[in-house]
């Protein structure tokens, strides 16, 4: 092909960077649905496979840019950085609590608010305990690592309202998106098993399981229309962790080991 077409190409790119990143993102999704098609007969959604290529794809970004955004670092797909971000993110979260029957919503009552409390204490006390195990031993640390646990945005916020350093608060990333892609991935497989099939089951699974993008990928694969109502306690549960991590659960890791 021409080079300059190519360049005409990237030149679209760059200048129409978000449009471009809906376009790349999209064709990533498409690819991901057919291999989970083919190769695991919708056993696996496609959004799991869709993170894991996602992250597979920002880590050879990374090495061929030397930088720390990923594949935005890459001037035609620094709309992706955009897209990725904040705004959009929340934007898409909020949205899908528009679809929620409110009449359905409140038939969750004590059960989703137990569901949220636990959800959020025991995925701390496991990543809290999977740090000291790897030797980290400073309240700060462990704290961070186990928010992580909780969500991969309940991580770095609690980890950048505390003072931690930057590998620690990767470290707490990499363990809540582990964490969401297990849930994402696992959820189909054990829908029928706990009877993960009404809107009151699929808001208790929200709050115990807390990742909003695990449990919307798992619901999608079981039952597209439990999406809204697991995703409305996950949400909860981002921002009730993001309460309690540089707070309640610092204050408490560093009553029990100091520093």
Not at 35 to 46: K, M, N, S, W
Not at 153 to 161: D, F, L, R
């Amino acid at each position: 092909m021409d080079l300059s077409i190519w360049h005409g190409i990237e030149h679209v790119f760059v200048e129409q960077s978000l449009v471009a990143a809906f376009a790349v993102v999209g064709a990533l999704m498409l690819f991901s649905n057919v291999l989970a098609r083919r190769l695991t007969a919708g056993r696996v959604h496609g959004s799991a496979i869709a993170i894991v290529l996602g992250l597979v794809l920002a880590y050879f970004a990374g090495l061929q840019t030397g930088g720390k955004k990923g594949v935005a670092d890459l001037p035609a797909l620094a709309g992706i950085g955009l897209m990725g971000g904040a705004m959009l993110r929340d934007f898409a979260i909020v949205a899908t609590a528009f679809e929620v029957d409110v009449v359905e919503a409140r038939r969750a009552g004590l059960l989703g608010v137990l569901a949220l409390a636990l959800g959020t204490l025991l995925p701390f006390v496991v990543g809290a305990l999977t740090a000291v195990a790897f030797g980290y031993h400073d309240a700060v640390s462990i704290t961070t690592i186990g928010a992580g646990a909780v969500t991969y945005i309940v991580g770095p916020v609690t980890g950048a309202a505390i003072g931690a350093d930057s590998t620690v608060m990767a470290l707490s990333i990499a363990t809540g998106v582990t964490k969401a892609v297990m849930v994402m991935v696992g959820t189909p497989l054990v829908a029928r098993l706990i009877g993960l099939d009404n809107p009151r089951s699929a808001m208790a699974y929200g709050g115990l399981m807390g990742t909003v993008s695990g449990v919307a990928g798992g619901l999608a694969a079981t039952d597209p229309r439990l999406v809204p109502y697991g995703a409305l306690t996950a949400t909860f549960h981002t921002g009730i962790g993001c309460l309690v991590g540089p707070s309640l659960f610092f204050l408490t890791v560093r009553a029990l080991v100091g520093g």
